[in-house]
């Protein structure tokens, strides 16, 4: 037996002959070479990681968070109401063991599991993951390769509505803050870091269900029938 790098395979030889049961020495032998992939707990590696609150596993390429309880599920926004709005993880499920990196989430026994694939331009001239860590509210993880780190938020706190156009070198969305319970217009700069910190914010009363980008104005077709129109601007700040 030999491991591979970081011990995520395990490289075994079965020698079996092909003879047995004879006494012909001449007849040679055969042997096969089975591989089994692992993946392990990031407390094993890392074990004076801040939180050990969250069960945190790590593979070659992808890390397995433990999400709960597979039949906890939340509510989604009631279609019968544009003013009520409620959220619900809306993830696929893979069988048993399935390790597909298309999926955000398996279920594994009977544990359901959040599966993040790290980004193949990292792992290109990183593999495999040698360290990671979570933050204590689940929802930021971060992992070594070779050299330098990376970091992923799963965080899931809006949820597009109307659609997204672009301005110029902006991106703009209708979208429902989640945790604010609010209906938003937000503008993310193409060369900046796709982050909130350094979206612009606008709060609108009613649901979006259609945007639109002319010239330098926004159309929105909102839940009430209405049409609303917002100018755009760019300014030095």
């Given amino acids: 037996m030999s491991w591979g790098p970081e011990g995520y395979h395990l490289w075994v030889i079965a020698a079996n002959s092909s003879g047995h049961g004879t006494n012909d020495k001449a007849v040679p032998k055969q042997s096969g070479i089975l591989q089994f992939q692992f993946i392990k707990s990031a407390l094993t590696v890392n ?23 597979a039949t906890q599920t939340q509510h989604v926004r009631s279609p019968s109401s544009h003013t009520e709005h409620k959220s619900m993880r809306e993830r696929p499920t893979y069988s048993v063991g399935n390790m597909d990196s298309q999926g955000l989430s398996t279920l594994l ?3 359901h599991w959040h ?3 790290v980004h193949s331009t990292y792992l290109e001239s990183n593999w495999p993951i040698r360290y990671s860590a979570i933050d204590k509210n689940g929802q930021n993880v971060a992992v070594v390769g070779k050299f330098g780190f990376a970091h992923y938020s799963l965080e899931q706190n809006m949820t597009v ?7 110029d070198d902006f991106i703009v969305l209708a979208c429902y803050n989640i945790n604010d319970h609010q209906e938003e217009l937000r503008a993310y700069l193409r060369t900046s870091n796709l982050d909130n910190a350094f979206a612009h914010v606008t709060k609108v009363q009613l649901e979006t269900l259609l945007l639109s980008v002319f010239r330098d104005m926004m159309i929105l077709f909102r839940a009430d029938c209405s049409i609303c129109l917002y100018s ?3 300014r030095s700040d």
């Fill in 232 to 234: 755009i601007e760019r």
């Fill in 47 to 69: 074990p004076c990681m801040s939180n050990q609150e969250q069960v945190l596993l790590q593979g070659e390429d992808r890390l397995y968070l433990n999400c709960g309880d």
């Fill in 161 to 167: 509505t109307g659609g997204l156009a672009w301005w």
């Fill in 115 to 117: 599966v993040v694939q």
């Fill in 109 to 111: 026994g009977h544990r």
